[in-house]
Protein backbone atom coordinates (compact mmCIF):
# COMPACT_ATOMS: atom_id res chain seq x y z
CA UNK A 1 0.00 0.00 0.00
CA UNK A 2 2.98 2.71 0.87
CA UNK A 3 4.02 1.64 -2.74
CA UNK A 4 0.86 2.43 -4.29
CA UNK A 5 0.75 5.63 -2.65
CA UNK A 6 4.34 7.01 -3.82
CA UNK A 7 3.13 5.44 -7.12
CA UNK A 8 0.13 7.79 -7.38
CA UNK A 9 1.98 11.05 -5.82
CA UNK A 10 4.74 10.16 -8.55
CA UNK A 11 1.82 10.01 -11.27
CA UNK A 12 0.20 13.58 -9.77
CA UNK A 13 3.72 15.06 -9.43
CA UNK A 14 5.24 14.33 -13.07
CA UNK A 15 1.46 14.80 -14.59
CA UNK A 16 3.14 17.69 -17.14
CA UNK A 17 5.60 15.76 -18.37
CA UNK A 18 3.68 12.89 -18.96
CA UNK A 19 1.70 15.62 -21.10
CA UNK A 20 4.58 16.51 -22.72
CA UNK A 21 5.30 12.91 -23.95
CA UNK A 22 1.96 12.84 -25.02
CA UNK A 23 2.10 15.51 -27.06
CA UNK A 24 4.78 14.09 -28.54
CA UNK A 25 3.32 11.34 -29.73
CA UNK A 26 0.46 13.21 -30.92
CA UNK A 27 2.23 15.25 -32.75
CA UNK A 28 3.19 11.93 -35.47
CA UNK A 29 -0.02 11.84 -37.90
CA UNK A 30 -0.48 8.11 -37.59
CA UNK A 31 -3.18 7.93 -39.82
CA UNK A 32 -3.23 4.34 -40.67
CA UNK A 33 -5.94 4.33 -43.32
CA UNK A 34 -4.18 6.35 -45.99
CA UNK A 35 -0.78 4.95 -47.33
CA UNK A 36 0.66 8.27 -47.37
CA UNK A 37 0.87 8.36 -43.99
CA UNK A 38 3.04 4.95 -43.32
CA UNK A 39 6.36 6.41 -42.51
CA UNK A 40 4.27 8.23 -40.19
CA UNK A 41 3.06 5.04 -38.04
CA UNK A 42 6.75 3.62 -38.28
CA UNK A 43 7.97 7.15 -36.50
CA UNK A 44 4.78 6.60 -34.24
CA UNK A 45 5.87 2.46 -33.27
CA UNK A 46 9.53 3.57 -33.12
CA UNK A 47 8.74 6.33 -30.63
CA UNK A 48 7.00 4.03 -28.34
CA UNK A 49 9.36 1.29 -28.34
CA UNK A 50 12.08 3.88 -27.68
CA UNK A 51 10.07 5.20 -24.59
CA UNK A 52 8.95 2.01 -23.22
CA UNK A 53 12.70 1.08 -23.88
CA UNK A 54 13.49 3.67 -21.70
CA UNK A 55 11.43 2.83 -18.87
CA UNK A 56 12.92 -0.46 -18.31
CA UNK A 57 10.42 -2.88 -21.08
CA UNK A 58 12.39 -5.42 -23.04
CA UNK A 59 10.88 -3.55 -26.93
CA UNK A 60 11.10 -3.60 -30.34
CA UNK A 61 9.18 -2.74 -33.19
CA UNK A 62 7.73 -5.60 -35.23
CA UNK A 63 7.40 -5.45 -38.87
CA UNK A 64 4.38 -6.77 -40.84
CA UNK A 65 2.95 -6.47 -44.51
CA UNK A 66 1.16 -3.29 -43.14
CA UNK A 67 2.14 -1.01 -40.27
CA UNK A 68 4.15 -2.32 -37.69
CA UNK A 69 3.65 -3.24 -34.12
CA UNK A 70 5.13 -2.42 -30.90
CA UNK A 71 5.57 -5.88 -28.19
CA UNK A 72 7.40 -5.02 -24.83
CA UNK A 73 7.99 -6.83 -21.88
CA UNK A 74 8.91 -7.02 -18.52
CA UNK A 75 9.20 -9.15 -15.53
CA UNK A 76 6.95 -9.40 -12.64
CA UNK A 77 7.45 -10.38 -9.43
CA UNK A 78 7.37 -14.39 -8.96
CA UNK A 79 3.58 -15.97 -8.83
CA UNK A 80 2.03 -12.73 -9.99
CA UNK A 81 -0.66 -12.77 -12.84
CA UNK A 82 0.48 -11.85 -16.40
CA UNK A 83 -1.37 -9.52 -18.47
CA UNK A 84 -1.10 -8.16 -21.60
CA UNK A 85 -2.05 -4.65 -22.53
CA UNK A 86 -3.11 -3.76 -25.78
CA UNK A 87 -3.62 -0.09 -27.14
CA UNK A 88 -3.80 1.20 -30.97
CA UNK A 89 -1.22 3.61 -31.85
CA UNK A 90 -2.98 4.59 -35.32
CA UNK A 91 -5.56 7.05 -35.77
CA UNK A 92 -8.63 8.04 -37.91
CA UNK A 93 -8.48 10.67 -40.99
CA UNK A 94 -8.48 14.43 -39.58
CA UNK A 95 -11.62 15.39 -42.39
CA UNK A 96 -13.08 17.63 -42.61
CA UNK A 97 -10.05 19.46 -41.78
CA UNK A 98 -11.72 23.02 -41.71
CA UNK A 99 -14.24 22.07 -38.77
CA UNK A 100 -11.25 21.90 -36.70
CA UNK A 101 -10.65 24.78 -34.03
CA UNK A 102 -6.91 23.84 -34.02
CA UNK A 103 -3.96 22.01 -36.23
CA UNK A 104 -5.04 18.25 -35.44
CA UNK A 105 -1.68 17.25 -35.30
CA UNK A 106 -0.55 20.22 -32.98
CA UNK A 107 -1.66 19.50 -29.81
CA UNK A 108 -3.01 22.28 -27.36
CA UNK A 109 -4.40 22.41 -23.94
CA UNK A 110 -7.69 24.36 -23.67
CA UNK A 111 -9.11 25.12 -20.43
CA UNK A 112 -13.00 25.15 -20.34
CA UNK A 113 -14.77 27.75 -18.77
CA UNK A 114 -15.57 25.27 -15.90
CA UNK A 115 -11.92 25.17 -14.93
CA UNK A 116 -11.62 21.82 -16.56
CA UNK A 117 -8.72 21.09 -18.82
CA UNK A 118 -8.21 18.78 -22.05
CA UNK A 119 -6.29 18.00 -24.89
CA UNK A 120 -6.97 18.85 -28.24
CA UNK A 121 -5.40 16.20 -31.10
CA UNK A 122 -6.18 14.12 -33.51
CA UNK A 123 -5.62 10.08 -31.42
CA UNK A 124 -5.77 12.25 -28.38
CA UNK A 125 -8.97 10.16 -26.68
CA UNK A 126 -8.44 7.27 -29.94
CA UNK A 127 -5.86 5.74 -28.80
CA UNK A 128 -3.05 7.72 -27.85
CA UNK A 129 -4.00 9.41 -24.77
CA UNK A 130 -5.71 5.79 -23.59
CA UNK A 131 -2.68 4.03 -24.25
CA UNK A 132 -0.57 6.11 -22.46
CA UNK A 133 -2.15 6.25 -19.37
CA UNK A 134 -1.15 2.52 -18.94
CA UNK A 135 2.39 3.45 -19.79
CA UNK A 136 2.85 6.30 -17.53
CA UNK A 137 1.76 3.65 -15.11
CA UNK A 138 4.15 1.71 -15.57
CA UNK A 139 6.85 4.43 -15.40
CA UNK A 140 6.05 5.69 -12.04
CA UNK A 141 5.85 1.99 -10.73
CA UNK A 142 9.69 1.51 -12.19
CA UNK A 143 10.48 4.60 -10.39
CA UNK A 144 9.15 4.40 -7.40
CA UNK A 145 9.67 0.53 -6.67
CA UNK A 146 12.41 -0.08 -9.18
CA UNK A 147 9.55 -3.59 -10.71
CA UNK A 148 6.13 -3.89 -11.96
CA UNK A 149 3.63 -5.44 -9.75
CA UNK A 150 2.68 -8.11 -12.44
CA UNK A 151 4.59 -9.51 -15.18
CA UNK A 152 3.48 -7.27 -18.52
CA UNK A 153 3.67 -7.56 -22.15
CA UNK A 154 2.58 -4.47 -23.77
CA UNK A 155 1.04 -4.74 -27.48
CA UNK A 156 0.25 -1.85 -29.51
CA UNK A 157 -1.12 -2.28 -33.10
CA UNK A 158 -1.21 0.28 -35.65
CA UNK A 159 -3.97 -0.83 -37.66
CA UNK A 160 -7.22 -0.74 -35.75
CA UNK A 161 -8.50 2.18 -37.33
CA UNK A 162 -8.20 0.43 -40.86
CA UNK A 163 -9.58 -3.00 -40.50
CA UNK A 164 -6.50 -4.56 -38.19
CA UNK A 165 -4.83 -6.88 -41.58
CA UNK A 166 -2.43 -7.89 -40.30
CA UNK A 167 -3.25 -8.57 -36.42
CA UNK A 168 -4.56 -12.76 -37.26
CA UNK A 169 -1.42 -13.62 -38.59
CA UNK A 170 1.22 -11.69 -36.25
CA UNK A 171 -1.41 -13.56 -33.32
CA UNK A 172 -0.78 -16.95 -34.64
CA UNK A 173 3.03 -16.19 -35.56
CA UNK A 174 3.76 -14.90 -31.89
CA UNK A 175 1.01 -17.07 -30.02
CA UNK A 176 3.23 -18.09 -27.19
CA UNK A 177 4.49 -14.69 -26.81
CA UNK A 178 1.80 -12.34 -26.67
CA UNK A 179 -0.48 -15.03 -24.40
CA UNK A 180 -0.72 -13.97 -21.20
CA UNK A 181 -3.05 -14.48 -17.95
CA UNK A 182 -5.64 -11.74 -19.00
CA UNK A 183 -5.50 -8.98 -21.88
CA UNK A 184 -5.77 -5.41 -20.37
CA UNK A 185 -7.56 -3.14 -23.26
CA UNK A 186 -7.97 0.59 -22.65
CA UNK A 187 -9.43 1.61 -25.86
CA UNK A 188 -13.45 2.45 -24.03
CA UNK A 189 -15.44 5.02 -22.59
CA UNK A 190 -16.39 5.84 -18.85
CA UNK A 191 -20.14 5.71 -17.88
CA UNK A 192 -19.59 9.55 -17.49
CA UNK A 193 -17.34 12.20 -15.89
CA UNK A 194 -17.98 10.44 -12.32
CA UNK A 195 -18.30 7.19 -13.03
CA UNK A 196 -15.63 4.67 -13.91
CA UNK A 197 -16.91 1.46 -16.14
CA UNK A 198 -15.78 -1.74 -16.98
CA UNK A 199 -17.11 -2.76 -20.60
CA UNK A 200 -18.71 -6.51 -20.74
CA UNK A 201 -19.89 -6.34 -24.64
CA UNK A 202 -18.87 -4.89 -27.72
CA UNK A 203 -20.50 -4.92 -30.94
CA UNK A 204 -18.51 -6.73 -33.98
CA UNK A 205 -17.84 -5.49 -37.69
CA UNK A 206 -17.98 -6.56 -40.82
CA UNK A 207 -17.15 -3.61 -43.66
CA UNK A 208 -18.03 -3.56 -47.05
CA UNK A 209 -17.10 -1.49 -50.10
CA UNK A 210 -19.73 -1.88 -53.47
CA UNK A 211 -19.14 -0.61 -56.46
CA UNK A 212 -21.81 -0.50 -58.84
CA UNK A 213 -21.09 -0.04 -62.59
CA UNK A 214 -23.37 0.51 -65.76
CA UNK A 215 -22.12 2.29 -69.06
CA UNK A 216 -19.06 2.06 -70.37
CA UNK A 217 -18.33 5.85 -69.40
CA UNK A 218 -19.68 8.98 -68.17
CA UNK A 219 -22.70 10.18 -70.44
CA UNK A 220 -24.51 13.32 -70.95
CA UNK A 221 -27.97 13.03 -69.09
CA UNK A 222 -30.15 14.88 -71.93
CA UNK A 223 -28.20 12.51 -74.56
CA UNK A 224 -28.75 9.33 -73.13
CA UNK A 225 -30.77 10.02 -70.16
CA UNK A 226 -34.12 7.66 -69.76
CA UNK A 227 -32.23 5.21 -72.58
CA UNK A 228 -29.26 4.53 -69.86
CA UNK A 229 -29.22 2.95 -66.78
CA UNK A 230 -27.85 5.13 -64.00
CA UNK A 231 -25.60 3.38 -61.43
CA UNK A 232 -26.41 5.67 -58.67
CA UNK A 233 -30.19 5.39 -58.70
CA UNK A 234 -29.88 1.41 -58.75
CA UNK A 235 -27.19 1.72 -55.84
CA UNK A 236 -28.84 4.02 -53.65
CA UNK A 237 -32.49 1.52 -54.44
CA UNK A 238 -30.89 -1.25 -52.94
CA UNK A 239 -29.42 0.12 -50.08
CA UNK A 240 -32.47 1.96 -49.74
CA UNK A 241 -34.08 -1.37 -49.14
CA UNK A 242 -32.28 -2.75 -46.42
CA UNK A 243 -34.28 -0.65 -43.63
CA UNK A 244 -38.06 -1.43 -43.22
CA UNK A 245 -40.36 1.36 -42.00
CA UNK A 246 -40.03 0.01 -38.39
CA UNK A 247 -36.04 0.20 -38.64
CA UNK A 248 -35.46 -3.42 -39.15
CA UNK A 249 -33.26 -4.35 -41.75
CA UNK A 250 -34.35 -6.64 -44.19
CA UNK A 251 -31.33 -8.65 -45.41
CA UNK A 252 -32.73 -12.46 -45.08
CA UNK A 253 -30.91 -14.16 -42.45
CA UNK A 254 -29.74 -10.91 -40.92
CA UNK A 255 -31.42 -11.53 -37.35
CA UNK A 256 -30.16 -15.25 -37.15
CA UNK A 257 -27.99 -15.59 -34.27
CA UNK A 258 -29.45 -12.77 -33.20
CA UNK A 259 -30.61 -12.93 -28.79
CA UNK A 260 -31.77 -10.78 -26.45
CA UNK A 261 -30.11 -9.53 -23.66
CA UNK A 262 -31.12 -11.27 -19.98
CA UNK A 263 -33.89 -9.00 -17.99
CA UNK A 264 -31.19 -8.87 -15.25
CA UNK A 265 -28.70 -7.01 -17.71
CA UNK A 266 -31.30 -4.84 -18.98
CA UNK A 267 -32.48 -4.01 -15.73
CA UNK A 268 -28.97 -2.82 -14.78
CA UNK A 269 -29.06 -1.00 -17.85
CA UNK A 270 -31.94 1.09 -16.91
CA UNK A 271 -30.66 1.21 -13.69
CA UNK A 272 -27.74 3.93 -15.44
CA UNK A 273 -30.19 6.46 -15.83
CA UNK A 274 -29.91 7.36 -19.39
CA UNK A 275 -31.43 10.60 -20.31
CA UNK A 276 -32.18 9.82 -24.13
CA UNK A 277 -32.81 13.17 -24.83
CA UNK A 278 -29.81 14.34 -23.49
CA UNK A 279 -27.60 11.67 -25.21
CA UNK A 280 -29.58 12.42 -28.58
CA UNK A 281 -29.25 16.33 -27.53
CA UNK A 282 -25.78 16.93 -26.88
CA UNK A 283 -25.39 16.01 -31.22
CA UNK A 284 -28.39 17.88 -31.79
CA UNK A 285 -30.90 15.37 -32.30
CA UNK A 286 -33.92 14.49 -30.64
CA UNK A 287 -35.96 11.10 -31.79
CA UNK A 288 -34.04 7.80 -32.07
CA UNK A 289 -34.35 6.51 -35.34
CA UNK A 290 -33.23 2.94 -35.07
CA UNK A 291 -35.76 -0.45 -34.11
CA UNK A 292 -38.78 0.29 -32.97
CA UNK A 293 -39.81 -0.63 -29.22
CA UNK A 294 -36.00 -0.46 -27.74
CA UNK A 295 -34.19 2.00 -25.46
CA UNK A 296 -31.33 3.54 -27.02
CA UNK A 297 -29.24 1.89 -24.89
CA UNK A 298 -30.79 -1.58 -26.52
CA UNK A 299 -30.18 0.07 -29.70
CA UNK A 300 -26.20 0.86 -29.21
CA UNK A 301 -25.47 -1.82 -27.46
CA UNK A 302 -27.35 -4.95 -28.25
CA UNK A 303 -28.70 -4.63 -31.57
CA UNK A 304 -27.46 -5.18 -34.76
CA UNK A 305 -27.12 -2.10 -37.29
CA UNK A 306 -26.85 -1.73 -41.13
CA UNK A 307 -25.37 1.69 -41.79
CA UNK A 308 -23.84 3.91 -45.10
CA UNK A 309 -20.78 5.24 -43.72
CA UNK A 310 -20.18 6.78 -47.32
CA UNK A 311 -21.75 6.99 -50.73
CA UNK A 312 -20.15 8.57 -54.09
CA UNK A 313 -20.77 9.11 -57.79
CA UNK A 314 -21.22 11.40 -60.67
CA UNK A 315 -20.50 14.97 -60.39
CA UNK A 316 -19.85 16.30 -56.62
CA UNK A 317 -17.49 19.69 -57.51
CA UNK A 318 -17.94 22.84 -57.52
CA UNK A 319 -21.25 24.45 -59.73
CA UNK A 320 -23.43 21.59 -61.62
CA UNK A 321 -22.70 18.83 -64.38
CA UNK A 322 -26.03 16.93 -66.63
CA UNK A 323 -24.17 13.68 -66.22
CA UNK A 324 -25.09 10.07 -66.05
CA UNK A 325 -21.76 8.39 -64.29
CA UNK A 326 -20.44 4.58 -64.95
CA UNK A 327 -19.87 4.07 -61.72
CA UNK A 328 -21.26 4.68 -58.27
CA UNK A 329 -19.88 3.60 -54.56
CA UNK A 330 -20.84 3.12 -51.35
CA UNK A 331 -18.76 2.41 -48.25
CA UNK A 332 -21.63 -0.31 -46.04
CA UNK A 333 -20.76 -1.52 -42.42
CA UNK A 334 -22.48 -3.56 -40.04
CA UNK A 335 -22.36 -4.08 -35.98
CA UNK A 336 -23.06 -7.15 -35.14
CA UNK A 337 -24.18 -8.75 -31.80
CA UNK A 338 -24.63 -11.64 -30.17
CA UNK A 339 -23.86 -14.92 -32.23
CA UNK A 340 -23.94 -13.34 -35.60
CA UNK A 341 -21.38 -14.56 -37.55
CA UNK A 342 -19.56 -11.96 -40.04
CA UNK A 343 -18.81 -14.30 -42.71
CA UNK A 344 -22.61 -15.01 -43.49
CA UNK A 345 -23.49 -11.38 -42.81
CA UNK A 346 -21.15 -10.40 -45.17
CA UNK A 347 -22.60 -13.12 -47.87
CA UNK A 348 -26.29 -12.40 -47.67
CA UNK A 349 -25.56 -8.74 -48.11
CA UNK A 350 -23.68 -9.38 -51.41
CA UNK A 351 -26.61 -11.42 -52.48
CA UNK A 352 -29.36 -8.75 -51.57
CA UNK A 353 -27.35 -6.46 -53.76
CA UNK A 354 -27.10 -9.18 -56.57
CA UNK A 355 -30.57 -10.22 -56.13
CA UNK A 356 -31.70 -6.50 -56.90
CA UNK A 357 -29.19 -5.83 -59.74
CA UNK A 358 -31.21 -5.25 -63.20
CA UNK A 359 -29.52 -5.59 -66.71
CA UNK A 360 -26.84 -3.90 -68.08
CA UNK A 361 -25.12 -3.18 -64.26
CA UNK A 362 -22.05 -5.10 -62.95
CA UNK A 363 -21.31 -5.02 -58.99
CA UNK A 364 -17.85 -5.08 -57.44
CA UNK A 365 -17.34 -5.86 -53.75
CA UNK A 366 -14.41 -5.17 -51.56
CA UNK A 367 -14.38 -6.55 -47.48
CA UNK A 368 -13.17 -4.24 -45.19
CA UNK A 369 -12.50 -6.42 -42.11
CA UNK A 370 -15.20 -8.67 -40.01
CA UNK A 371 -15.36 -9.50 -36.79
CA UNK A 372 -18.33 -10.64 -34.61
CA UNK A 373 -19.12 -9.40 -31.29
CA UNK A 374 -17.92 -10.11 -27.63
CA UNK A 375 -19.52 -10.80 -24.34
CA UNK A 376 -17.60 -11.30 -21.74
CA UNK A 377 -18.17 -13.00 -18.58
CA UNK A 378 -19.67 -11.35 -15.74
CA UNK A 379 -17.62 -13.51 -12.79
CA UNK A 380 -14.11 -12.92 -13.11
CA UNK A 381 -11.98 -12.39 -10.62
CA UNK A 382 -9.85 -10.25 -12.99
CA UNK A 383 -13.27 -7.81 -13.08
CA UNK A 384 -13.96 -7.86 -9.63
CA UNK A 385 -10.48 -6.37 -8.14
CA UNK A 386 -10.67 -4.30 -11.39
CA UNK A 387 -14.03 -2.76 -10.31
CA UNK A 388 -12.83 -2.44 -6.67
CA UNK A 389 -9.73 -0.01 -7.59
CA UNK A 390 -11.66 1.95 -9.61
CA UNK A 391 -14.03 2.71 -7.04
CA UNK A 392 -11.04 3.39 -5.10
CA UNK A 393 -9.86 6.15 -7.55
CA UNK A 394 -12.66 7.81 -8.59
CA UNK A 395 -16.01 9.92 -7.21
CA UNK A 396 -18.29 6.89 -8.02
CA UNK A 397 -18.38 3.09 -7.75
CA UNK A 398 -17.60 1.47 -11.24
CA UNK A 399 -20.61 0.13 -13.18
CA UNK A 400 -20.06 -2.15 -15.85
CA UNK A 401 -21.49 -1.23 -19.38
CA UNK A 402 -21.66 -2.63 -22.91
CA UNK A 403 -20.19 -0.27 -25.80
CA UNK A 404 -21.75 0.40 -29.08
CA UNK A 405 -18.21 -0.07 -31.26
CA UNK A 406 -16.01 -2.42 -31.93
CA UNK A 407 -12.59 -3.64 -31.00
CA UNK A 408 -11.92 -6.85 -32.89
CA UNK A 409 -8.59 -7.80 -31.50
CA UNK A 410 -10.59 -9.05 -28.13
CA UNK A 411 -12.58 -11.88 -29.96
CA UNK A 412 -9.29 -13.18 -31.77
CA UNK A 413 -7.66 -12.66 -27.95
CA UNK A 414 -10.23 -15.19 -26.83
CA UNK A 415 -10.66 -17.30 -30.12
CA UNK A 416 -6.91 -17.44 -30.72
CA UNK A 417 -4.88 -17.55 -27.72
CA UNK A 418 -7.78 -18.65 -25.29
CA UNK A 419 -7.10 -15.12 -23.39
CA UNK A 420 -10.50 -12.69 -21.51
CA UNK A 421 -10.44 -9.36 -21.76
CA UNK A 422 -10.67 -6.73 -19.36
CA UNK A 423 -12.12 -3.71 -21.47
CA UNK A 424 -11.69 -0.28 -19.46
CA UNK A 425 -11.44 3.05 -20.68
CA UNK A 426 -11.55 6.61 -19.63
CA UNK A 427 -12.89 8.19 -22.77
CA UNK A 428 -16.32 10.42 -22.54
CA UNK A 429 -18.99 10.52 -24.95
CA UNK A 430 -17.83 13.96 -25.89
CA UNK A 431 -14.48 13.39 -26.55
CA UNK A 432 -15.34 13.46 -30.71
CA UNK A 433 -13.46 10.49 -31.52
CA UNK A 434 -13.34 9.84 -35.07
CA UNK A 435 -14.24 13.62 -35.67
CA UNK A 436 -13.45 17.00 -35.81
CA UNK A 437 -11.51 18.33 -32.27
CA UNK A 438 -11.35 15.27 -30.50
CA UNK A 439 -10.23 16.00 -26.86
CA UNK A 440 -8.76 13.84 -24.04
CA UNK A 441 -9.85 15.39 -20.67
CA UNK A 442 -7.07 15.82 -18.39
CA UNK A 443 -9.11 14.38 -15.53
CA UNK A 444 -9.20 11.21 -17.67
CA UNK A 445 -5.74 11.16 -18.57
CA UNK A 446 -4.16 11.81 -15.20
CA UNK A 447 -7.25 9.99 -13.38
CA UNK A 448 -6.18 6.92 -15.99
CA UNK A 449 -2.91 6.66 -15.04
CA UNK A 450 -3.76 6.72 -11.24
CA UNK A 451 -6.33 3.71 -12.31
CA UNK A 452 -4.37 1.49 -13.96
CA UNK A 453 -1.71 1.97 -11.11
CA UNK A 454 -4.02 0.72 -8.71
CA UNK A 455 -5.22 -2.01 -10.81
CA UNK A 456 -2.19 -3.35 -11.30
CA UNK A 457 -1.18 -3.50 -7.60
CA UNK A 458 -4.51 -5.30 -7.32
CA UNK A 459 -4.19 -7.57 -9.93
CA UNK A 460 -0.26 -8.13 -8.45
CA UNK A 461 -1.83 -8.68 -4.47
N1 LIG B 1 -11.96 3.00 -29.63
C1 LIG B 1 -12.85 2.63 -30.68
C2 LIG B 1 -14.02 1.78 -30.18
C3 LIG B 1 -14.94 2.59 -29.33
C4 LIG B 1 -15.87 3.39 -29.94
C5 LIG B 1 -14.86 2.58 -27.97
C6 LIG B 1 -16.71 4.17 -29.17
C7 LIG B 1 -15.68 3.37 -27.21
C8 LIG B 1 -16.61 4.17 -27.81
C9 LIG B 1 -12.07 1.87 -31.73
O1 LIG B 1 -10.80 2.40 -31.98
C10 LIG B 1 -12.79 1.98 -33.02
O2 LIG B 1 -13.11 3.05 -33.46
N2 LIG B 1 -13.03 0.86 -33.62
C11 LIG B 1 -13.60 0.81 -34.92
C12 LIG B 1 -13.29 -0.54 -35.44
C13 LIG B 1 -13.08 -0.66 -36.89
C14 LIG B 1 -12.47 0.44 -37.63
C15 LIG B 1 -12.56 -2.03 -37.26
C16 LIG B 1 -15.10 1.03 -34.81
O3 LIG B 1 -15.74 0.67 -33.82
O4 LIG B 1 -15.65 1.59 -35.77
MN1 LIG C 1 -9.76 3.01 -30.49
Known sequence: ???????????????????????????????STDPAYAAECQRAAEYLAGDLAAIGFQAAVRETPGHPMVVAHHD??????????????????????????????EPEI???????????????????????????????????????????????????ESGSPSLVPFLEAN?????????????????????????????????????????????HSGYYGGAARNPIHVLTTILGEMHDADGRVTIPGFYDGVG????????????????????????????????KGRTVLEQTWSRPTAEVNGISGGYTGKGFKTVIPAEAFAKVSFRLVF??????????????VE????????????????????????????????????????PKPA???????????????????????????????DDAIHSPNEKYEMTSFQKGQRSWARILAALGR
Not at 14 to 28: A, E, F, P
Not at 133 to 141: G, L, M, N, Q, S
Not at 361 to 366: N, P
Open 339 to 352: DQDPDKIRAAFRKF
Open 355 to 394: DRLPDDCTVEFHPHGGSGAIQLPFDSPWLEKTRAALSDEW
Open 260 to 291: EVPEEVLKSWEDLGLSEAEFLGSVGLKTPAGE
Open 76 to 105: GPEGAPHVLFYGHYDVQPVDPIEEWTSPPF
Open 399 to 429: VMIGMGGSIPVVGEFKSRLGMESLLVGFGLG
Open 175 to 219: KAELSADVALVCDTNMWDRQTPAISTGLRGLVGEEVVIKAANRDL
Open 1 to 31: MADLDSVLACLDLNLDRSVGRLSDLLRIPSI
Open 110 to 160: HEMSDGSRRIVARGSADDKGQLMTFVEACRAFKAETGGLPCKVTIFLEGEE
